[in-house]
């Protein structure tokens, strides 16, 4: 009895472990290619995963995460697509009538997207329903936008500015002289900025302080931003490549991805959910626990 109880305990485990590790993906990096009308998947260490995952695009100009989907903007279309992380498409035109759109991020289930003509951030669900067309209006020439807690960042001719998710401004100029900044990105209490005229990626506090507005040199058209972890990777547009730096601005390597065409925005898939790391934990904790048993009682596995 005390066999069967131990094979079933060990059975039990190892379906929980291995059904828990299918429906995590691995963290991968999708980038635009306006060239080509492609977003291309490729590992974080540069490895290429399908370089052309989603094809059939629109000008594309933004794209953000949430769960396993990827949410695409179409600015000659005026458009924003969902598509899985998987490449399967969910709904090319989730969102239409946009107004040349130039910027995404989401937050939680609502989706913030940048109308680069109109000067303005229209608020959306994850499904695509409207909830503000005009959340935020008065900006100047926006092109990206970040979010972190429950502020929005958004650089324009003026600067960058913040606001909150619910409209209010907070300050016009959080960073002034910010012009030809094409992505921003955001970790811990940091704001990073990659500086398309002067090839360079500046960092900043949550707070507008400097702290080094060179932190990363010698790029070569900076267009794209992404963070995971301690690593940051910068699109190059102007020589179609990835690169890989800390968020210290060490390099390690300058062109961990190339052969891109015109190259744009770039995004990372989401951490796994906390829930399903507690229970891939409780499946090895209740493995080990059976193992023990097992030794303690000497029976055989035969």
């Given at each position: 009895m005390k066999t069967t109880k131990n094979i079933y305990q060990i059975a039990l485990a190892l379906a929980l472990t291995c059904s828990l590790a299918t429906?995590?993906?691995?963290?991968?990096?999708?980038?635009?290619n306006n060239g080509n009308n492609t977003i291309g998947e490729y590992g974080l260490n540069g490895?290429?995963?399908?370089?052309?995952?989603?094809?059939g695009?629109?000008?594309?100009?933004?794209?953000?995460?949430?769960?396993?989907?990827?949410?695409?903007e179409n600015r000659n279309g005026n458009t924003i697509g969902e598509y899985t992380t998987s490449g399967g498409t969910v709904n090319s035109s989730l969102i239409s009538g946009l107004n040349y759109p130039w910027g995404i991020a989401s937050s939680?289930?609502?989706?913030?997207?940048?109308?680069?003509?109109?000067?303005?951030?229209?608020?959306?669900?994850?499904?695509?329903?409207?909830?503000n067309g005009s959340l935020i209006s008065g900006l100047y020439a926006p092109v990206c936008l970040a979010i972190s807690g429950n502020d929005l960042f958004v650089p324009n001719a003026n600067g960058i500015s913040e606001y909150t998710t619910s409209g209010t401004l907070v300050k016009a100029s959080f960073i002034p002289n910010m012009n030809y900044?094409?992505?921003?990105?955001?970790?811990?209490?940091?704001?990073f900025t990659a500086n398309y005229a002067a090839n360079t990626i500046g960092e900043y506090t949550l707070s507008g302080a400097t702290v080094n507005a060179s932190l990363i040199t010698g790029l070569d058209d900076p267009y794209g931003l992404a963070i995971y972890g301690n690593d940051m990777y910068v699109v190059n547009s102007g020589n179609g490549t990835i690169g890989e730096y800390t968020t210290s601005g060490g390099t390690?390597?300058?062109?961990?991805?190339?052969?891109?065409?015109?190259?744009?925005?770039?995004?990372?898939s989401p951490v796994p959910e906390p829930s399903a790391v507690v229970l891939t934990a409780l499946g090895a904790g209740v493995l080990s626990l059976c193992l023990w048993r097992r030794k303690m009682s000497g029976a055989s596995l035969a």
């Open positions: 429906t995590l993906k691995a963290q991968n990096l999708y980038v635009e490895s290429t995963v399908n370089p052309s995952l989603i094809t695009l629109n000008d594309p100009e933004g794209i953000t995460t949430s769960g396993n989907d990827l949410f695409v939680g289930n609502d989706l913030f997207v940048l109308n680069y003509n109109s000067g303005s951030i229209a608020e959306y669900t994850t499904s695509g329903t409207l909830v900044t094409y992505a921003i990105a955001i970790s811990g209490g940091d704001l390690v390597n300058a062109s961990l991805v190339s052969g891109l065409d015109n190259p744009s925005v770039i995004a990372v």
